[in-house]
């Protein structure tokens, strides 16, 4: 199966300040179905990015997604107090789909 | 837009079977998506458990299969996990989830269920 590695695991940031977070897989994903979620506490993971840099609807462009193969980037440029919370990869070219350990965006 | 609701009993007996239901309203199920269950526990993070396509193809997760079933029920809209011989190990949150295909194209798991919580114990 492919493996998502996720880093850092934590990440203590301001408000304002711009957020990087890593996804590296085992092996190429297949056709770049790479995506990332957003998960608050109590509530279900948000699609954000899919196809590793397409944007879901609704989600605002301080949001992208960057990558091919095995590396991959979610960036987000201006944090928002709302963006506070734990981020998930996940590669679903390949049976069984995956998802990495996830990165915790924390107030610092 | 779709919404997904997932239903069933919240206490398994250990080596019972979990039992859970996924209910879509907002469209139909018989569409080009992939519908899918999907279980959260703080120790394993996120596992993807399996599929169903309204044809009633399925895949299934290889560190599940022989105790996983998911079908598919059209006339009701709705799609099912069965899980059975299950350990204290299985409790955790289970989502029903909606893998978007859109011209052959996948995009991601775009609609989520609001996640139940199934406890094993006796």
């Known amino acids: 199966e492919v493996v998502l590695t996720q880093s850092p695991g934590t990440l203590s940031l301001s408000p304002g300040e711009r957020a990087t977070l890593s996804c590296r897989a085992s092996q190429s994903v297949s056709s770049n179905y790479l995506a990332w979620y957003q998960q608050k506490p109590g509530q279900a993971p948000r699609l954000l990015i899919y196809g590793a840099s397409s944007r879901a609807t609704g989600i605002p462009d301080r949001f992208s997604g960057i990558g091919s193969r095995t590396d991959f980037t979610l960036t987000i440029t201006r944090l928002e107090p709302e963006d506070f919370a734990v981020y998930y990869c996940q590669q679903y070219g390949t049976s069984p789909l995956t998802f990495g350990g996830g990165t915790k965006v924390e107030i610092k | 837009q779709v919404q997904l609701q997932e239903s069933g009993p919240g206490l398994v007996r250990p080596s019972g079977t979990l039992s859970l239901t996924c209910g879509v309203s907002?469209?139909?199920?018989?569409?080009?998506?992939?519908w899918n269950w999907v279980r959260q526990t703080p120790g394993k993070g996120l596992e993807w458990i399996g599929e169903v396509y309204h044809s009633g193809s399925t895949n299934y997760n290889p560190s599940l299969e022989s105790r996983v079933t998911i079908s598919v029920d059209k006339s009701k809209n709705q799609f099912s996990l069965k899980l059975t011989s299950v350990t204290a190990a299985d409790t955790a949150v289970y989502y029903c989830?909606?893998?978007?295909?859109?011209?052959?194209?996948?995009?991601?798991?775009?609609?989520w269920g609001q996640g139940t919580l199934v406890t094993v114990s006796s």
């Open positions: 989830a909606r893998l978007s295909s859109i011209n052959r194209s996948l995009r991601g798991f775009d609609a």
């Open positions: 907002g469209g139909s199920i018989s569409t080009s998506d992939w």
